[in-house]
């Protein structure tokens, strides 16, 4: 099969109805509801890098990923304040970046040793949350995990058979310079070396990445906030928003929905959302889990690891009632309840995992189970649709039954303080994707990520105690990302549905908005006089500030890894639900034939229009910070796959 040519890739689809450039505020009594949601960055996410060659410039999983969500980001807030500001002046634009308050770091609670280890992410230095805006509160995460001793990440990816695999992990990222210089490569045979890659900064990456989306979850179950930088406002009220961190999107990266207890793939090498819940559960007593996936692709790896542990969860509770001496009181007051997941996916079968006809891998990600045997499952495909109309007359109502089957779950679990739900937030389902990454047809609209957002939160305001948290999962051309981060943050703030106009987001918009940032130019851009955009650029200079001189990749000494124990009794998942093979199909490739004939560094997938996003302020290309593969000069017929 021809490649199609990177060059002349368009990352955009007009929509229909979408050429106005601005709309009417917000009525103020559609914003009694509006939620402040957290932002939660971290920086040590850039430190992932492909160092196999030079030559990056194919590679889509990349740092510049981060900067592409915050220029949408940065574009709602402006549109928001835009509307607020024109009702009350409480609620006025900052004009400055000065004035840094740091708040003192709370002491840890000495006693439970579990508790200890859990509350040992912060690591470096206290998160520094900055309230740019009335409209969001923005964390700059210094949190951390110790990926061998954590209790969360051993739930999950502890031992199962031999050797443990974040043990195996971290001597992958270790050694990976070694290995590349001496012409191998860091990523182990079986498994696959298109679309997965590891430099020594990377333990430092998902650990920051775990680290920030614990945060994340601390910061939501206990509604407190941690230190922030304050920066005063216009017409600054004395009168502030209480902040109720109910909502909060986590900025981070590599994703995770694709990593199973021992297997990554698919840019995956821990998963972070189930990383998180084990988290939830451990330390705030958190026992029911839901999970929201909308990426373009399946999340195999969340499915497996949420089958194995209601699989376990229900063995137990079969054990406690079949005694014949147990009684309803001593059941109750027993211990504390097993962890039990919903897990429910909304993705494009014929995309990867699924796109080489695995059968188990389709079967996975079809099926459909709410309660028997202790699993609470629902797969939705994603459909083809020709305009927004048809889309939510006919096609957002069955993407709605991943709503309806949660809210079965959580009827029939427990009580809302129990609850607690997550997005695993990708992007990559979105009309401005990369053809090449999404060609199979089956896309979402940009208002999608709106209002499907705004849903769960509905939904979640009602079952979960308003608790949500949305990870970025995948998403990897400009448009795509920026333009399904700005409409998710509306959902996230909620206001109401008949008020938002999706011409905040339409093409004229978004390429308005990737001038005033610099997004598709090296040189200085001269920002429009339109408010919105002046503004949206003075908050990318706080969420994303120009990057300074990074030097390249040094091999770190891998520190002594201790003994470990896992939390949790692990088996192998059942034939109903595979685990995520290392064998499996990859998302830079279609055919594992295709594995064996990729050029010799080992990249083989679709070939995509890098992300452009450097300004003249930020560092040289050849000082970029890392990238995320698909591929490297496959060869002419290969046929691959994202």
């Given at each position: 099969?021809?490649?199609?040519?990177?060059?002349?890739?368009?990352?955009?689809?007009?929509?229909?109805?979408?050429?106005?450039t601005?709309?009417?505020?917000?009525?103020?009594d559609?914003?009694?509801n509006?939620?402040?949601?957290?932002?939660?960055?971290?920086?040590?996410?850039?430190?992932?890098k492909?160092?196999r060659?030079?030559?990056?410039?194919?590679?889509?999983e990349r740092p510049e990923?981060l900067r592409s969500?915050a220029?949408?980001l940065?574009?709602?807030?402006?549109?928001?304040?835009q509307?607020?500001?024109?009702l009350s002046?409480?609620?006025?634009?900052?004009?400055?970046i000065?004035?840094?308050k740091?708040?003192?770091?709370?002491?840890?609670?000495?006693?439970?040793?579990?508790?200890?280890?859990?509350e040992?992410?912060?690591?470096?230095?206290?998160?520094?949350?900055?309230?740019?805006?009335?409209?969001?509160?923005?964390i700059k995460?210094a949190?951390?995990v110790?990926l061998a001793?954590?209790?969360a990440?051993?739930f999950?990816?502890g031992?199962i058979?031999?050797?443990g695999?974040?043990?195996?992990?971290i001597?992958?990222?270790?050694e990976?310079?070694?290995?590349?210089a001496n012409?191998?490569?860091e990523i182990?045979?079986?498994?696959?070396?298109?679309?997965?890659?590891l430099?020594?900064?990377?333990?430092?990456a998902?650990?920051?990445?775990?680290?920030?989306?614990?945060?994340a979850?601390?910061l939501v179950v206990n509604?407190?906030?941690s230190?922030k930088?304050?920066?005063?406002q216009?017409?600054d009220?004395?009168e502030k928003r209480?902040?109720?961190?109910r909502?909060a999107?986590v900025?981070?990266?590599?994703?995770g929905?694709h990593?199973?207890?021992?297997t990554p793939?698919?840019f995956?090498f821990?998963n972070n959302?189930?990383?998180?819940a084990?988290?939830?559960?451990?330390?705030?007593?958190?026992?029911r889990?839901?999970?929201l996936?909308?990426d373009?692709?399946?999340g195999?790896?969340?499915?497996?690891i949420?089958?194995?542990?209601?699989e376990?969860?229900y063995?137990k509770?079969?054990?406690r009632e079949?005694r014949e001496?147990?009684?309803?009181?001593a059941?109750?007051?027993?211990?504390p309840?097993?962890?039990?997941v919903?897990?429910?996916?909304l993705?494009?079968?014929l995309?990867?995992p699924?796109?080489?006809?695995n059968?188990?891998?389709i079967?996975?990600?079809?099926?459909?189970?709410?309660?028997p045997?202790?699993?609470?499952?629902?797969?939705q495909?994603?459909?083809?649709?020709?305009?927004d109309e048809?889309?939510?007359k006919?096609?957002?109502?069955g993407y709605?039954k991943?709503l309806d089957?949660?809210?079965?779950?959580?009827i029939?679990?427990?009580?809302?303080e129990?609850?607690?739900?997550?997005?695993s937030?990708?992007?990559?389902?979105?009309?401005?994707?990369?053809p090449?990454m999404?060609?199979h047809?089956?896309r979402?609209?940009?208002?999608?990520?709106?209002?499907?957002?705004a849903?769960?939160?509905d939904?979640a305001?009602?079952?979960?105690?308003?608790?949500?948290i949305?990870?970025?999962?995948g998403?990897?051309s400009?448009?795509?990302?920026?333009?399904?981060?700005?409409?998710?943050?509306?959902?996230?703030?909620n206001p109401?549905h008949?008020?938002?106009?999706d011409s905040?987001?339409s093409?004229?918009?978004?390429?308005?908005?990737?001038k005033?940032?610099?997004?598709?130019?090296r040189r200085?851009?001269?920002?429009p006089?339109?408010?919105?955009?002046?503004?949206?650029?003075?908050?990318?200079?706080?969420l994303?500030p120009p990057q300074p001189?990074?030097?390249t990749?040094?091999l770190?000494?891998a520190?002594?890894i201790p003994?470990?124990?896992?939390?949790?009794?692990?088996?192998?998942p059942p034939?109903e639900?595979?685990?995520?093979?290392?064998?499996?199909t990859?998302?830079g490739?279609?055919?594992?034939t295709?594995?064996?004939?990729?050029p010799?560094?080992?990249?083989a997938a679709?070939?995509?229009e890098?992300?452009n996003l450097?300004?003249?302020?930020?560092?040289?290309s050849?000082?970029?910070v890392?990238?995320v593969?698909?591929?490297?000069?496959p060869?002419k017929?290969l046929?691959?796959?994202?």
């Amino acid at each position: 099969m021809a490649q199609p040519n990177p060059e002349k890739e368009t990352e955009s689809i007009d929509a229909p109805g979408d050429s106005r450039t601005d709309a009417p505020p917000i009525p103020s009594d559609h914003l009694q509801n509006a939620c402040k949601p957290t932002i939660l960055l971290q920086e040590l996410c850039r430190s992932h890098k492909y160092i196999r060659t030079h030559d990056d410039s194919a590679i889509v999983e990349r740092p510049e990923r981060l900067r592409s969500v915050a220029i949408g980001l940065s574009g709602a807030i402006a549109r928001l304040e835009q509307c607020i500001q024109s009702l009350s002046s409480s609620l006025a634009l900052v004009s400055s970046i000065d004035d840094v308050k740091i708040k003192p770091e709370p002491q840890a609670t000495a006693g439970d040793e579990l508790a200890q280890a859990l509350e040992g992410l912060t690591l470096s230095s206290p998160a520094k949350p900055l309230s740019v805006t009335n409209i969001v509160d923005v964390i700059k995460s210094a949190s951390k995990v110790d990926l061998a001793t954590n209790p969360a990440v051993k739930f999950i990816h502890g031992d199962i058979d031999g050797p443990g695999y974040i043990d195996q992990f971290i001597s992958w990222a270790s050694e990976s310079h070694n290995k590349i210089a001496n012409g191998g490569s860091e990523i182990p045979e079986g498994l696959n070396q298109g679309d997965l890659y590891l430099c020594p900064e990377s333990l430092d990456a998902v650990s920051g990445a775990l680290g920030t989306v614990c945060e994340a979850v601390d910061l939501v179950v206990n509604h407190t906030a941690s230190d922030k930088i304050t920066i005063p406002q216009v017409n600054d009220s004395p009168e502030k928003r209480t902040t109720d961190p109910r909502h909060a999107f986590v900025l981070i990266r590599p994703p995770g929905h694709h990593c199973g207890e021992d297997t990554p793939s698919g840019f995956c090498f821990v998963n972070n959302v189930m990383v998180a819940a084990a988290h939830a559960h451990m330390k705030h007593n958190i026992n029911r889990v839901i999970v929201l996936d909308i990426d373009l692709h399946h999340g195999n790896g969340t499915q497996s690891i949420a089958w194995s542990i209601n699989e376990e969860t229900y063995r137990k509770e079969l054990e406690r009632e079949g005694r014949e001496d147990a009684t309803a009181s001593a059941i109750a007051t027993e211990g504390p309840k097993g962890l039990k997941v919903f897990y429910g996916s909304l993705h494009d079968i014929l995309s990867f995992p699924c796109e080489d006809g695995n059968s188990a891998l389709i079967q996975a990600a079809s099926t459909s189970i709410h309660g028997p045997h202790g699993q609470w499952i629902e797969n939705q495909h994603l459909v083809e649709y020709t305009t927004d109309e048809e889309f939510y007359k006919n096609v957002y109502p069955g993407y709605l039954k991943l709503l309806d089957r949660a809210r079965d779950f959580a009827i029939s679990m427990c009580q809302t303080e129990e609850v607690l739900v997550f997005i695993s937030c990708g992007f990559d389902a979105s009309v401005h994707e990369y053809p090449s990454m999404s060609r199979h047809g089956r896309r979402v609209p940009t208002s999608f990520y709106h209002r499907f957002t705004a849903d769960i939160c509905d939904f979640a305001s009602t079952y979960a105690k308003g608790r949500v948290i949305s990870v970025l999962e995948g998403g990897y051309s400009l448009r795509a990302l920026s333009s399904g981060a700005f409409a998710h943050l509306f959902g996230l703030v909620n206001p109401s549905h008949d008020v938002v106009d999706d011409s905040f987001w339409s093409v004229e918009n978004l390429t308005k908005l990737e001038k005033a940032t610099g997004a598709k130019t090296r040189r200085s851009s001269v920002v429009p006089p339109e408010t919105w955009l002046q503004r949206s650029v003075e908050v990318l200079a706080v969420l994303d500030p120009p990057q300074p001189k990074s030097a390249t990749n040094r091999l770190k000494t891998a520190e002594a890894i201790p003994e470990r124990r896992s939390t949790r009794e692990k088996k192998k998942p059942p034939v109903e639900t595979p685990p995520v093979s290392k064998q499996s199909t990859q998302k830079g490739a279609t055919k594992k034939t295709d594995i064996a004939s990729a050029p010799p560094d080992g990249i083989a997938a679709l070939p995509s229009e890098p992300l452009n996003l450097k300004t003249e302020e930020l560092p040289p290309s050849e000082k970029k910070v890392p990238r995320v593969i698909l591929r490297v000069n496959p060869p002419k017929d290969l046929s691959s796959d994202s």
